[in-house]
């Protein structure tokens, strides 16, 4: 869909007409010149086009998924991206420090100040801005798309845990060689790990609670031979960090990982799958401006 931006545009705002599980308060009676993307390379073709434009900033109003796409256009230019929570998981937007109430996160999208932060590059051409994963997370992100019609009709969050369920019956790890910054680790049976810039995944899940947005490292966490027992004692405490110090669970920070499994494992980012392994993450620092909240973890 090609886009004519009227010259001397500061700010636009790119929603999807129908995304999202309701609108956004505000959306439609907003002065912002619009646009609406309906498959995510348009996100990323009207971003593109946008920074040509000079557009200073692009107001997004959606979830992780939209905002990755967007930020794919706009990596390494000066167009900042600002965030209206509103997608099925607004994870990126708890880390960013984006406020919950629409008036304030109207405020902070239209005036709030820029900032630079890292985003990952995945397998060459792939970015996230958020988090990532393969094994025991990109198998339930598998099942939940490919659930049965009675399941699709479901709540999002059920459907969610259904997948959980599941994939304790199925997944019991994979053969892994991961390659962090030139340290080669072996791993029997990895059952997952989580890649990215940002602390939290999954609709609350915070995985990475250390992480920093702008450190110029990405963080990997990563988890070994458990039982679905285990599993299913640990996935629940994740929302409060609670598989921080735990045996099985390793933490670190990079910037380069590879990661080969046997099988090759599928992997998502931002909870869209993606391909199967091998994979390539390297951090692309401070590469794209995004307007965070005073509570961001920069
Ligand atoms: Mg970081």
Do not use: C
């Amino acid at each position: 869909m090609p886009v004519t931006i009227p010259p001397g545009t500061e700010t636009v705002l790119l929603h999807n007409r129908v995304a999202g599980p309701r609108p956004f308060p505000g959306l439609e009676s907003a002065p912002e010149f619009r646009l609406h993307p309906t498959t995510p390379e348009e996100s990323t073709e009207i971003a593109r086009e946008a920074a040509i434009a000079g557009v200073q900033r692009i107001i997004v109003a959606g979830g992780d998924g939209t905002l990755r796409d967007v930020a794919r256009g706009i990596v390494g230019t000066q167009t900042a991206v600002a965030i209206l929570p509103a997608g099925t998981a607004n994870d990126y937007a708890a880390s960013a420090g984006i406020p919950k109430e629409a008036g304030q996160a109207w405020e902070l999208a239209r005036n709030g100040v820029a900032t630079r932060v890292d985003v990952a590059k995945v397998n060459g051409d792939l970015i996230s801005i958020n988090m990532g994963g393969i094994g025991f997370d990109a198998e339930v992100v598998r099942r939940y798309h490919q659930g049965a019609a009675w399941q699709r009709k479901l709540p999002a969050r059920l459907r969610y845990h259904l997948s959980i369920f599941g994939t304790f019956a199925k997944f019991k790890g994979v053969r892994a060689r991961l390659d962090l910054d030139g340290e080669v680790i072996e791993i029997d049976r990895l059952m997952l790990l989580a890649f990215g810039s940002a602390r939290q995944y999954g609709d609350g899940m915070v995985i990475a609670p250390d992480a920093r947005l702008s450190d110029g490292l990405l963080n990997a966490v990563w988890a070994t031979e458990l039982s679905a027992g285990e599993l299913a004692g640990l996935l629940p405490k994740l929302t409060a960090a609670g598989h921080v110090g735990h045996p099985k669970v390793t933490m670190r920070t990079f910037h380069s990982l590879r990661i080969e499994t046997d099988p090759p494992a599928a992997f998502h980012i931002e909870g869209d799958l993606q391909g199967h392994a091998p994979i390539e993450i390297k951090v692309l620092p401070a590469a794209l401006n995004v307007v965070a909240g005073s509570n961001a973890v920069l």
